[in-house]
């Protein structure tokens, strides 16, 4: 018998090992001959050197699979550890998605393993166009999962360590900001309309670990005006309901961004909430900014709506009153 120590330190053990270690209780199952002891980022195994060597290689193309799609699900280990026993040599082909079949629109996976892809051609067109530029738009009624696929994006590059946060922000209310009149702290004023931005989150974070990235300031909600004066870098930042921002505070907004950034902005042209006298900075940005290369636009439309079946048919409706 053979004891051996395996030093988990080119992927997140948390991940892993699970909530609790419970993918190590899933890992004694299939290696029920091993004794197997999570520490920290360690492993302690006792075994035969045959065993230890292959369940070596399954925790190593465990790593790979959180590498490349950012989350090792319940599915994915049973079938990465169910594979044949004899084999020793273990490569990237072997990676599965959670569904078992090679699916390239799946962005990130969430919370229980759920699959956050891109659903519609234009949020693929969104997860396209920013792989080759820095900053996007994407512009489209309620529905059509623009801030949903923009959050996934940002939670897959924090996954991947390809940026050190995520900042989150949007107009509170109206352009103005006018939050004096709610109740409660500043926090408790301006929650309300940070909402959806947290929702979203929900689905892709485990509750425990969202909570520390918050805390941490790895992950930032703020309202657009707290955005004034920061240069923000190594982030991916997005700017929802833009449309309620004036030409002013979305130059604001824009001239934030730092060498090592993305940016995405969403809104509703159809839902602007500004007053009467004031332009949404979105239409006007839609006209100057189209054609500056590292820039680009999405519009999406009610064909890419996600959610209940009659949302299309509504907008549709309004559209063509």
Not at 89 to 104: F, H, K, P, R, Y
Not at 186 to 214: C, F, N, S, T, V
Not at 234 to 249: C, F, G, H, K, R
Request: without cysteine; glycine residues 6%.
């Amino acid at each position: 018998m053979v004891n051996k120590e395996i030093i988990v330190d080119h992927a997140n053990p948390a991940e892993i090992f699970g909530v609790n270690n419970k993918h190590v209780k899933l890992f004694q199952q299939y290696f029920p001959k091993l004794k197997i002891v999570a520490r920290g980022n360690q492993l302690f195994v006792n075994g035969t050197l045959k065993e230890i060597e292959l369940f070596e290689n399954k925790i190593e193309l465990l790593a790979k699979q959180l590498k490349q799609f950012g989350n090792i699900t319940p599915v994915a280990i049973d079938s990465i550890l169910k594979k044949e026993f004899a084999q020793t040599s273990i490569d990237e082909t072997d990676l599965i998605e959670t569904n078992g079949s090679s699916d390239q629109d799946v962005i990130v996976y969430g919370n229980g393993g759920k699959i956050i892809r891109a659903k519609t051609p234009n949020q693929r067109k969104m997860v396209s166009l920013l792989k080759q530029n820095d900053i996007l738009f994407a512009i489209g009624p309620a529905g059509t999962g623009k801030t949903y696929t923009a959050v996934a994006l940002a939670v897959k590059a924090l996954k991947n360590k390809e940026i050190k946060r995520i900042i989150l922000t949007r107009p509170a209310v109206e352009a103005g900001e006018s939050l004096g009149f709610l109740p409660g702290d500043l926090r408790e004023k301006i929650d309300p309309y940070l909402r959806p931005l947290y929702d979203a989150l929900d689905d892709m974070i485990q509750p425990e670990k969202l909570r520390q990235y918050i805390e941490n300031r790895v992950i930032e909600i703020a309202p657009m005006a707290f955005m004034r004066g920061r240069t923000l870098d190594n982030a991916y930042v997005i700017l929802d309901e833009a449309q309620n921002a004036t030409d002013l505070q979305l130059k604001m907004f824009l001239t934030r961004m730092g060498p090592h950034a993305k940016f995405i902005v969403t809104g509703d042209l159809t839902q602007i909430d500004l007053p009467k006298k004031q332009a949404s900075g979105l239409v006007r940005a839609a006209k100057i900014l189209d054609g500056i290369e590292g820039i680009q636009f999405a519009y999406l439309n009610y064909e890419d709506v996600v959610r209940h079946k009659l949302v299309k048919d509504i907008i549709r409706a309004y559209d063509t009153e």
